[in-house]
């Protein structure tokens, strides 16, 4: 426990804090605006990042050109959570991967995770798309072709929640045990 506050004392560490805090931040923003888009069955228009620059640029008064930044903005953050999503997923289905395979069934299994992970990938592309600006929406609009965008992102919403909803009750019920077998341990 020392030595892992020693290490957010440093440089990196105080980095990797702030990314926790502002993906955190993020986090709670999504479940507030999927729970929106639920009650009120609409689509977002505009990205989070787009819209919170906006507002932070007006409020303290820059003279910024919004859609130049905003787009460069949103189209990094985008970037970085479709890459740390992607690499997550490899790193749970390589280490499912190794529980499950033999010698005889490698093959079988390889194939089936390249398909997952094909899947995966293009479902964070099209899911991702709601937090792009506009230009790049009508990109990948044009390359996926006619695909009926709204219901996607209603049922991403609805799934979101769900899991969500499902992480918060596991992480209390994990905490909760965690005092409990302290309190028993104190005792």
Same mark, same amino acid.
């Given at each position: 426990?020392?030595?892992?506050?020693?290490?957010?004392?440093?440089?990196?560490?105080?980095?990797?804090?702030?990314?926790?805090?502002?993906?955190?931040?993020?986090?709670?923003?999504?479940? /507030? &605006?999927?729970?929106?888009? @639920? =009650? !009120?069955?609409?689509?977002?228009?505009?990205?989070?990042?787009?819209?919170? %620059?906006? #507002?932070?640029?007006?409020?303290?008064?820059?003279?910024?050109?919004?859609?130049?930044?905003?787009?460069?903005?949103? /189209? &990094?953050?985008?970037?970085? @959570? =479709? !890459?740390?999503?992607?690499?997550?997923?490899?790193?749970?289905?390589?280490? %499912?991967? #190794?529980?499950?395979?033999?010698?005889?069934?490698?093959?079988?299994?390889?194939?089936?995770?390249?398909?997952?992970?094909?899947?995966?990938?293009?479902?964070? =592309?099209?899911?991702?798309?709601?937090?792009?600006?506009?230009?790049?929406?009508?990109?990948?609009?044009?390359?996926?072709?006619?695909?009926?965008?709204?219901?996607?992102?209603?049922?991403?919403?609805?799934?979101?929640?769900?899991?969500?909803?499902?992480?918060?009750?596991?992480?209390?019920?994990?905490?909760?045990?965690?005092?409990?077998?302290?309190?028993?341990?104190?005792?």
């Amino acid at each position: 426990m020392r030595a892992r506050i020693e290490w957010s004392r440093t440089l990196q560490g105080k980095y990797f804090n702030f990314l926790g805090y502002f993906f955190s931040i993020y986090c709670v923003w999504k479940i /507030f &605006i999927s729970t929106v888009n @639920i =009650v !009120f069955d609409r689509v977002g228009k505009v990205d989070p990042i787009t819209k919170t %620059f906006d #507002i932070l640029v007006n409020w303290f008064g820059f003279e910024v050109d919004v859609t130049l930044w905003s787009q460069q903005i949103s /189209f &990094i953050v985008v970037g970085i @959570i =479709v !890459f740390t999503s992607t690499r997550g997923l490899l790193l749970t289905m390589s280490k %499912f991967f #190794i529980w499950i395979s033999s010698s005889k069934s490698s093959n079988i299994i390889v194939l089936f995770f390249s398909q997952i992970m094909g899947m995966y990938f293009m479902s964070m =592309v099209v899911l991702m798309r709601m937090n792009m600006p506009a230009e790049y929406r009508a990109i990948i609009t044009s390359v996926l072709g006619d695909l009926q965008f709204n219901f996607y992102h209603r049922w991403f919403d609805v799934m979101f929640l769900v899991s969500a909803s499902l992480t918060l009750g596991l992480l209390y019920l994990a905490h909760k045990r965690e005092v409990e077998q302290a309190d028993q341990r104190a005792s």
